[in-house]
């Protein structure tokens, strides 16, 4: 059987874009679980880094956020974006002169979602209590698509 050189070519194009679509399908159904940023730990009373999570495949991503207060104050969470996995650079409010750092704080033991608008490649947070952080807890998690 002889195939004309353009259907030749279509079926080619149509294949390789079969072929792209099963490697982007893969790829989103491994970006879409929910990865961890910060295991279930007691917090401290200085700010501590999570491990940080590659994002630049989502378009959006919410935290997970599992908080147990104990004789804590509350709990204090900023949210941190790195084009490089090296540099990081801290979330900002823009409304206000001086881009104010922005603190999530908690005062009640809860678990909560935390919507976030993705500024870069790489996102960590750093977490910090205050008060007495006796049987204190957080685990945070980065769930995007």
């Known amino acids: 059987m002889n195939i004309p050189r353009d259907t030749a070519n ?3 194009r149509v294949i390789d874009n079969l072929s792209q679509l099963h490697v982007n399908i893969e790829q989103a ?4 679980a929910v990865q961890t940023l910060r295991a279930a730990a007691q917090l401290t ?3 501590v880094n999570s491990s ?3 994002v630049e495949h989502f378009d959006k991503a919410s935290l997970l956020i599992a908080f147990t207060k104990g004789s804590l104050t509350s709990c204090e969470i900023q949210i941190q974006f790195s ?4 540099t990081w650079y ?3 409010d823009a409304a206000y002169s001086g881009h104010s750092v922005i603190e999530h704080v908690f005062t009640d ?3 909560y ?3 976030i608008d993705l500024a870069d490649k790489y996102v960590r947070v750093r977490a910090k209590g205050t008060g007495t952080v006796t049987d204190s807890s957080l685990a945070v998690y980065l769930s995007g698509r």
């Open 29 to 32: 159904a491994q970006t879409a």
């Open 52 to 54: 940080s999570v590659s």
């Open 83 to 86: 084009p490089d996995n090296s």
């Open 45 to 47: 009373t200085s700010y």
């Open 109 to 111: 033991s809860g678990n």
């Open 90 to 92: 801290t979330e900002t």
């Open 10 to 12: 279509l079926i080619q």
């Open 113 to 115: 979602v935390l919507g």
